[in-house]
């Protein structure tokens, strides 16, 4: 039988830990690179190789439409997609508060697991860390990812005219995750979006070749990764907002709550930056997929105020989405 | 002037956490792959790569010898050279309690920075998460790592016959932890042996090749490292007490605590089984080393109590060395 609760014996690189790492970690995870449990994990590459790490922080850890576990494999997995890559092999780091349920974080690996088959890539190397009660909140994950250069990205590519697409419905994840929240006691019956994008974007990428840039629109939402592509390309953007999906629950519980659904943050979006020529045909790619069925070519990359977002009203007016100074939501991600 | 503590607002995707990026991060970490501020780092391989991840959550943060800083590049770093790895590229993600002083911070990343210019290796991707206060310990660290591999060693690999090295005096990670912190108030007069040893290792196993396997005793010491060694070949291990490189000062503290140095964590050590005709090649440039100066042969692998470990003691009798079933020092990494 399986102990109820981690102790920090669990994480002391004794016998608990090892029969924590073949009980619950390989049986879940097992492939034959994982079951080496080397110090590291030997992967066979030729060509470019991208890489990338994320921390999960986020609180509840269970919430409507996923987990930290499923979170930790899509986050990666996604970053990776961003920056033009395939992905193939995560590590996996638990960080514990002792006393954890058992039962928990067998249920958030089994998460990992699940994720990680949907977007066929394999958990290769890890690490858990237990740490006494109260110096850490039951649970952080930390997933790296290492994967084939598919397309070299790059904001130098982007030029004004290029269309910005945003392949969903925004503003799921950050109310999702707010709503879980005991305190609040709030029901808006929204999923978060989170989702391994990459099983869409990736045929994509290497069918297509108009896509310059790709960002996912998670801390501080569409605002942030709008701003942050304007601010490095020197360039201005423009965005209609009658062209932004956003879901009819999400719209009422921003309303509710005072915070504009650009600013929240998305687990499962991405912006793409594609040149005009080819924003069409990617659009229809797009939306072919259950994932990016409701993508949208929300604005254009131009000339005109340069390093600024602008928005066009659906009143026909404008305002400039500002970057933030700060997050509204912490612990979202 | 940068601010003097950290706020949810530096872990929030926007303006603050971006100033934080460029003033600390960038500044002191800077290079052409980890500017670019993708969501993940483009690398150059052809052929193997090693690919490893650890989270440090050391309690306190400085330590005689070192800090969490240099622990977390020192750690992935032999982690990657322990998998026959020639170390080349971190991931650096942090996890900050919400009202650290900024510059804690600072000299943190500091010591990640001087940590990983003496390994010359580059911090290439990153991520920031910070938590209210009370939901972490101030600061916890994951970095993952990428390499060439150098030669690949296996558990498999290891014969009867072979000779087990270590490369140092063992205890000094634990203890100079240990005696650290404030509630036990002691003073051993021990700092960490914390320190990346690609610089010496993998120049030896690109010039011999006779080392079979390696790994750095971490969480629970030199016992754990020959135990896994043991059980994982199904060999077992015969080793010397007498030639078990122990500082003074080490084994006076671990006396006086009633602890095994055996079973205390190391940050700069490594286990090496070596062939037996090869033994006294790599031992020799081991001691050419200033990291490695004490390297000494402290036993071999046998045919004899399969899968144990087996000491033989000074006074002429032997003991078998357990597996221990926790650790006796929690937060040591």
Redesign the interface.
């Known amino acids: 039988m399986p102990p109820l609760k981690i ?3 669990h ?8 029969q924590l790492i073949d009980d619950v970690f390989l049986r879940k995870l097992g492939n034959p690179i994982l079951e ?22 986020v ?1 509840p850890l269970f919430f409507p439409g996923a987990d930290i576990g499923k979170l930790a494999v899509c986050g990666t997995v ?3 997609v ?4 395939e992905p193939q ?1 995560l ?5 514990i508060e002792e006393g954890l349920k058992f039962a928990i974080l067998e249920k958030i690996v089994d998460s990992v697991a699940s994720a990680a088959r949907y977007a066929g890539v394999a958990v ?4 858990i ?4 009660n ?4 039951k649970v ?1 994950i ?1 997933t ?4 084939r ?1 598919a397309r ?3 904001l130098e590519s982007v030029r004004p005219g290029d269309k910005v697409i945003v392949s969903g419905d925004i503003g799921r994840h950050g109310l999702a995750v707010l709503a879980k929240r005991k305190e609040l006691g709030l029901d808006f019956n929204i999923k978060s979006d989170c989702a391994a994008l990459n099983k869409v974007l990736v045929p994509i990428l290497k069918k297509t070749s108009g896509i310059r840039f790709m ?2 629109p ?3 939402g569409l605002a ?1 990764t709008l701003n ?1 592509i304007s601010a ?1 390309s020197g360039l201005g953007i423009t965005i209609e907002e009658k062209e932004i999906p956003v879901s009819r629950n999400v719209e009422a519980a921003a309303e509710l709550l005072g915070i504009d659904p650009l600013y929240i ?1 998305n687990e499962g979006r991405a912006v793409l930056v594609v040149a005009a020529t080819d924003a069409m045909e990617v659009l229809a790619l797009l939306r072919k997929h259950e994932l990016t069925g409701k993508a949208s070519i929300i604005g254009e990359i131009s000339m005109r105020h340069k390093g600024m977002v602008v928005l066009n009203t659906r009143a026909g007016g404008w305002r400039i989405i500002e ?5 509204q939501l ?2 979202i ?1």
Do not use: Q, W
């Open positions: 102790t920090l014996a994480g002391s690189g004794a016998r608990s830990m090892h080496e449990l080397a110090d590291g994990a030997t992967l066979d590459y030729r060509g470019k190789i991208v890489f990338s790490t994320d921390s999960f922080v609180h996604n970053d990776l961003m920056a033009g890559g092999y590590s996996l780091a638990f960080i290769v190397t890890g690490d860390k237990v740490v006494e109260g110096a850490c909140d952080f930390n790296s990812g290492v994967g250069l070299r990205l790059s960002r996912d998670t801390r501080g942030v942050e490095a943050a970057m933030p100074s700060g997050e912490p612990r991600c």
